[in-house]
Structure formats: structure tokens, C-alpha cells
């Protein structure tokens, strides 16, 4: 099992640019999840899925944010346009979850923005 | 009040000292918790489950008190292998905590 799969590792960009950060969840998982974490907030829930389809968006900070889940092995977490204050690290994890019960969340490695 | 609240330390205990975290949450409804342990610039890891009846694993045991809407982790004969920050979830709305940093001190 390779795991929850993110790429890039580290990403620098401008102010201004499109940023596109990536998810390959553990096969066999329903649901997938972004996080942002920062030093001054912790890990925040920005979006997740279940069955490839967006359940609670309320975390995405703006309309710079979006996400999608074209299949169920492929997510996308897109900032356009990139900002400072995007700067940090932004988690995918995957779960399997029948109705309100879950079993336990796997996380990538994550993907550490810096926006110059 | 903040879904889930955990006092974020940092805690420094000597080796071999017994260490406990606990984490409220403000949703009863809430039916999947559990802790997870992050290490400096990795992702976070799960720990274990909390089940209703608390569960041990090692040195490691947890409990689940829904009265009082509040989970717990003791650690016992803490390793520096343990330093580390952790963090309780709470499945709800997939709600972290804040994360409890814990620094074992030889």
C-alpha cells in the first residue's frame, strides 16, 4: 500500500500565480479531505469529499479556492490567485467512513506552499 | 466555545513520568475520536482509536467519557521517543484539535 500520495512536496510561487497542489488517496477509500496547517491556526478542514463528491466546504477560505474529485483516485486543491497568507502546509488525507462512522484518517505527506 | 479544545502545552515531563492530555469537544453527537501524533514537519499519524469502553495499546491508553464530552490519552513511562505534538479528532465534522506538544526530557 503506497499510501496517501501528494505532490508536489514544496511548492514556491509569486503572488498572482496558479498554484495546484495534487492527491492520490489510498485505494479503496471513500473519502478524501483537505487540510491547511499554519503555525497560528492548526490544522483547518478546507473541503472533503465523499464518493467523489464535495460534502462540506465551509473551511475553503475564499473564492481563490477550489477543489475537485473528478475519480476516486485523484483530487485537486487549486489557489488562483496565489496570495502570502496561502503560505503553508496543505494536507491530503483519506478515509474509509460508513454513514457517521469512520476509521481513522491517513494522511500525505503534505505539500509546503510558500507564496513569495 | 471551539469544537474541539486541547490545551496546547507544551507539557515537559522527565522520562519514565506518566503524562495525560484531554480534549472536549461541544458536539454530542459526535461518534468516531480519535488521537493522532505529529512529529516536527511530518504529518500527522494515527495513534489509536477511542472507543467507548477505552482502550489500551502499551503504554498508551485512551478513554472516552460522553457525559462530560471529553476524551483522554495517558501516556505511561514516557520515552523521548514520545516527545511530540498530539492531536485528538473528532469525527463530527472531521474536526481536529489544536494538538497538546509534549516534550520528554531525559
Known amino acids: 500500500d503506497a499510501g496517501v500520495i501528494q505532490s508536489p512536496r514544496h511548492e514556491v510561487t509569486e503572488m498572482g500565480q496558479e498554484v495546484t497542489l495534487r492527491c492520490k488517496p489510498i485505494?479503496?477509500?471513500?473519502?478524501l479531505f483537505w487540510y491547511r496547517q499554519t503555525m497560528m491556526r492548526g490544522l483547518e478542514l478546507l473541503i472533503y469529499f465523499n464518493n467523489n463528491v464535495p460534502i462540506d466546504d465551509s473551511g475553503m477560505p475564499e473564492d481563490r479556492f477550489s477543489a475537485k474529485m473528478p475519480n476516486a483516485s485523484f483530487s485537486t486543491l487549486k489557489i488562483q490567485p496565489s496570495e502570502p497568507r496561502d503560505s503553508a502546509v496543505y494536507f491530503c488525507?483519506?478515509?474509509?467512513?460508513?454513514?457517521?462512522?469512520?476509521?481513522?484518517?491517513?494522511f500525505g505527506s503534505g505539500t509546503r506552499l510558500t507564496v513569495v | 466555545r471551539k469544537e474541539v479544545e486541547q490545551d496546547p502545552g507544551p507539557f515537559n515531563v522527565p522520562e519514565g513520568a506518566t503524562v495525560a492530555f484531554n480534549c472536549t469537544y461541544s458536539n454530542s453527537a459526535s461518534q468516531s475520536f480519535f488521537w493522532y501524533r505529529q512529529d516536527c514537519r511530518k504529518e500527522p499519524k494515527l495513534l489509536m482509536s477511542v472507543y467507548s469502553s477505552g482502550n489500551e495499546d502499551g503504554r498508551f491508553t485512551a478513554q472516552l467519557n460522553r457525559a462530560s464530552q471529553y476524551i483522554s490519552l495517558l501516556i505511561r513511562d514516557s520515552k523521548l521517543s514520545d516527545s511530540a505534538t498530539y492531536l485528538c479528532v473528532v469525527n463530527q465534522k472531521v474536526t481536529f484539535g489544536t494538538g497538546t506538544k509534549l516534550q520528554v526530557i531525559p
Open positions: 485505494s479503496g477509500h471513500n473519502s
Open positions: 488525507a483519506s478515509s474509509s467512513t460508513t454513514g457517521t462512522l469512520n476509521y481513522g484518517y491517513t
